[in-house]
């Protein structure tokens, strides 16, 4: 169940807000002015924030502005509220980092698709990551969960490189960056070749990688891709 923090002077409006996302199935936070925001996140991270654009101390951009510099809640998800149909003010509340903008008086039913899409957008960047295009701990976790409740025996490889540390203070991180995709690339092609079904490759972080596999498929594909990576071929 995801948290939505509901930040909005005017009370009507937030427990409005508020009661419509509880009915769907939300937990929700409340808050009133920017800094009580502040306080409400620092005792509990939500999942995502609808701000006000314009609050009294700290407003929505300002307050939107700050959520982004933190690196604890950069990457939180924000759509922001507003009375204002200017595009300029659409633009500075963008600029300001908003993922999504609403105008009031908004649709219900508007409102709650903006939340879920936005929500589903931002789980799905955190599946992949970044440097490999890989799928991440979140995709990896789910495809553990669903073959535990299969029928079929399946096996879960950890791969990392040995060294790798001291490879990267050597030569410093966009090497390591190379040699991380050289990796990757290695294990793709390897488990393109060991027949089907296809082996999940997914990528944890740093040097560190996940194969779930059939129990049969790991000696010739970790053979693959070490013979793979000692070629220097992607």
């Known amino acids: 169940m995801s948290t939505v923090l509901v930040v909005d002077d005017d009370v009507d409006i937030a427990r409005f807000i508020e009661i419509n996302l509880r ?5 929700v936070l409340l808050a ?3 800094q009580e925001a502040l306080d409400v996140i620092a005792g509990e991270l939500p999942d995502l924030a609808l701000l006000d654009v314009m609050m009294p101390h700290i407003d929505g951009v300002e307050l939107c502005r700050r959520l982004r510099s933190d690196p604890l809640t950069a990457s939180l998800p924000v759509i922001m509220l507003t009375a204002k149909s200017l595009s300029v003010d659409k633009v500075v509340g963008l600029t300001a980092g908003a993922d999504d903008y609403i ?3 908004f649709d219900t039913l508007e409102l709650i698709a903006r939340v879920r899409s936005t929500l589903r957008r931002n789980a799905e960047m955190r599946a992949v990551s970044p440097l490999t295009g890989l799928p991440g701990n979140y995709r990896i976790n789910e495809e553990i969960a669903s073959r535990a409740l299969g029928d079929q025996h399946f096996a879960v ?4 490189l040995d060294n790798f540390k001291a490879f990267n203070d050597r030569y410093g991180w966009l090497r390591g960056d190379d040699v991380i995709t050289l ?6 092609s390897a ?4 027949g089907l079904p296809q082996p999940f490759i997914g990528h944890v972080g740093g040097d560190d990688f996940v194969v779930i596999c059939r129990p049969d498929q ?11 990576v000692r070629l220097g071929r992607r």
């Open 23 to 27: 009915l769907e199935g939300f937990d």
């Open 32 to 34: 009133h002015d920017g």
């Open 103 to 105: 105008i009031k008086p």
């Open 157 to 160: 490889c950890h791969v990392d």
């Open 183 to 188: 990796l990757a690339a290695a294990l793709k």
């Open 191 to 194: 488990g393109a070749e060991v």
């Open 218 to 228: 790991v000696e010739d594909l970790t053979a693959r891709t070490v013979a793979l």
